[in-house]
């Protein structure tokens, strides 16, 4: 099963309103990631944030991680229709340090 | 700084065919990483390689898939025999360190279909 699930799989809001993905995992982890791919490309890395991070800005971008219920959320203000992409986190696990396990995503649409 | 390169972009293959994807790090980065992304779903890891080294193949399939990256030249991932069901986006990464806090520079993949 997936380590890191992502919720919802879709998302459709109106530009200007703020759009929140969630993600969730199973095992221990040492950091958490975000990525984000348009349609077409490859991926484009966000943002991570550490096990021992609660936190983390970067522009219009909020994550917010809860060790406890691990589970994290990546929240994006003022959307664009730029922003309109999957996005997808991605778990470092405590026991292997060599690789990152992916979620299915989040596909957002910003309606204009 | 150019970031990874993967070529080609595109792929078209008959079945029984070989595909060779070729990944170039951007530079400094002396780690690669392999994943695959099927349509509707997340990347899948499928091998981690420092050069000349495969230091983790967990994800690859154990047969018609190989990878590599030589001392000099960029990797290759290696499908020999291909099914439909290898049709996919592959997708290269890389890092200048592995492990904790390191984040992975992708590509911009290869599309790969089988007919």
């Known amino acids: 099963s997936q380590q890191g699930e992502e919720d919802p799989q879709a998302l459709s809001i109106q530009e200007g309103e703020n759009a929140t993905m969630n993600c969730s995992y199973k095992?221990?982890?040492?950091?958490l990631q975000w990525y984000r791919q348009n349609s077409g490309r490859g991926l484009v890395h966000l943002i991570l944030?550490?096990?021992?991070?609660r936190e983390k800005h970067s522009g219009r971008l909020r994550v917010t991680l809860d060790t406890s219920k691990k589970s994290s959320s990546l929240l994006i203000t003022a959307s664009r229709a730029a922003d309109t992409a999957s996005y997808f986190c991605?778990?470092?696990?405590?026991?292997?340090?060599?690789?990152?396990?992916f979620g299915k995503g989040t596909r957002l649409h910003i309606l204009p | 700084n150019a970031g990874v390169m993967q070529n080609p972009r595109h792929l078209v293959r008959r079945r029984g065919q070989e595909a060779r994807l070729r990944c170039s790090p951007m530079?400094?980065?002396?780690?690669v990483y392999w994943y695959r992304q099927l349509p509707e779903e997340g990347l899948k890891f499928m091998v981690y390689?420092?050069?000349?080294?495969?230091?983790?193949e967990s994800g690859m399939p154990k047969e018609r898939f190989s990878a590599e990256f030589p001392k000099e030249g960029p990797s290759i991932l290696r499908i020999q025999q291909v099914v439909r069901g290898d049709s996919a986006a592959y997708f290269c990464?890389?890092?200048?360190?592995?492990?904790?806090?390191?984040?992975?520079?992708f590509g911009p993949g290869t599309r790969l279909t089988v007919t």
């Open positions: 390689l420092q050069k000349e080294n495969i230091i983790d």
């Open positions: 991605a778990t470092d696990i405590s026991s292997r340090d060599d690789k990152i396990i």
């Open positions: 530079k400094g980065h002396s780690h």
């Open positions: 944030i550490r096990s021992n991070e």
């Open positions: 095992t221990s982890i040492n950091n």
């Open positions: 990464a890389s890092s200048p360190l592995p492990g904790q806090g390191y984040e992975q520079y």
